[in-house]
């Protein structure tokens, strides 16, 4: 099946730029979104089709993909993005759904 | 608005039964694929299963294939997902969540806030 891999974790100052790689075979060919989650919290799409920034989301949000890679990049991090956040794709091969293992956000 | 509220969750035994529900509301319920997504703790998010608009495809994840079942009550505005044999490993919060398409799985644009499943003797 398909996988998509994320480091477990980022750490970044606050007003600097955080970038989230998802490693994917040929992940460019597919579609990738991304979620947030904030401990307590139901999770929350803040980019779907690799790059659309759903309304309410930040500007500061924003994400590409190409080759081997999707990334999720938050510029001008503050301390209200410490969050978990996940890719996802829809593996057509196996009708599966698949998230990235996650990667925690933690602001300095 | 949209709203999705789950229940159905509690403490169940190894090998027992539960069924989830979650009742929708604020959007076209009929024209929208459906999804159950879960975390376990100390675990990510982990995709469980789909159904399509109009409940006629079903989509599970390998690892509960066979032991859950998803359906839809598009009269009553209800998802449901039957989850049978359950293991420890079950135990997770279950979120439904809304997905932006009719059939197959893209992205879940709504979530709710999900309903916990304990599986224990």
């Known amino acids: 099946s398909y996988v998509l891999t994320q480091p477990p974790s980022v750490s970044v100052a606050p007003g600097k730029t955080a970038v989230i790689p998802c490693g994917g075979d040929n992940i460019g060919r597919k579609s990738v979104h991304w979620y947030q989650q904030r401990p307590g919290q139901a999770p929350v799409v803040v980019m779907y089709y690799d790059t659309d920034r759903p309304s309410g989301v930040p500007e500061r949000f924003s994400g590409s993909n190409s080759g081997n890679t999707a990334t999720l990049t938050i510029s001008r991090v503050e301390a209200g993005d410490e969050a978990d956040y996940f890719c996802q794709v829809w593996d057509s091969v196996s009708d599966e759904v698949v998230f990235g293992g996650g990667t925690k956000v933690t602001v300095l | 608005e949209v709203q999705l509220v789950e229940s159905g969750g509690g403490l169940v035994q190894p090998g027992g039964s539960l069924r989830l529900s979650c009742a929708a509301s604020?959007?076209?319920?009929?024209?929208?694929?459906l999804n159950w997504v879960r975390r376990a703790p100390g675990k990510g998010l982990e995709w469980v299963s789909t159904v399509s608009d109009s409940g006629a495809s079903t989509y599970y994840a390998a690892s509960v294939r066979g032991r859950f079942t998803v359906s839809r009550d598009n009269s009553m505005n209800t998802l449901y997902l039957q989850m049978n044999s359950l293991r420890a490993e079950d135990t997770a919060i279950y979120y439904c969540a809304k997905d932006w398409g009719t059939r197959t799985p893209n992205y879940s644009d709504y979530w709710g806030q999900g309903t916990q499943v304990t599986v224990s003797s």
């Open positions: 604020g959007f076209a319920f009929s024209r929208s694929a």
